[in-house]
Nanobody
Framework: VQLQASGGGLVQSGGSLRLSCAASGESFNYYTVAWFRQAPGKVREFVAAVSWSGPTTDLADSVKGRFTISRDNSKNTVYLQMNSLKPEDAAFYYC??????????????????WGQGTLVTVSS
């Protein structure tokens, strides 16, 4: 499966963005999908993950209450809705997926399919 992330951009602090991760090549139905982010000079960190059919999600503490992850398998797309953005949310955001076990994992090494990053910039 190939992943294509989009939706990044420049937003003011307190603003919102919605990132999309579109899959192509095969059905997305049995892939667990996650978003990670990496700011310059920092390690890549887990942001959110969503189960196969979408009802179960996991969010990093730093984004709980502000970010929502969802998916539309009919469109082979996973979304990351980001509200109340803060300057510390600025980073490259990557979507990732793995096939098989329907478990929400936070370790980037568990994901073997990656999209290119999309840059989110938050001005204070």
């Amino acid at each position: 499966v190939q992943l294509q992330a989009s939706g990044g951009g420049l937003v003011q602090s307190g603003g919102s963005l919605r990132l999309s991760c579109a899959a192509s090549g095969e059905s997305f139905n049995y892939y667990t999908v996650a978003w990670f982010r990496q700011a310059p000079g920092k390690v890549r960190e887990f942001v959110a993950a969503v189960s196969w059919s979408g009802p179960t999600t996991d969010l990093a503490d730093s984004v709980k209450g502000r970010f929502t992850i969802s998916r539309d398998n009919s469109k082979n797309t996973v979304y990351l809705q980001m509200n109340s953005l803060k300057p510390e949310d600025a980073a490259f955001y990557y979507c990732a997926a793995y096939w098989g076990r329907n478990r929400l994992l936070r370790d980037s090494s568990d994901y073997n399919y990656w999209g290119q990053g999309t840059l989110v910039t938050v001005s204070s």
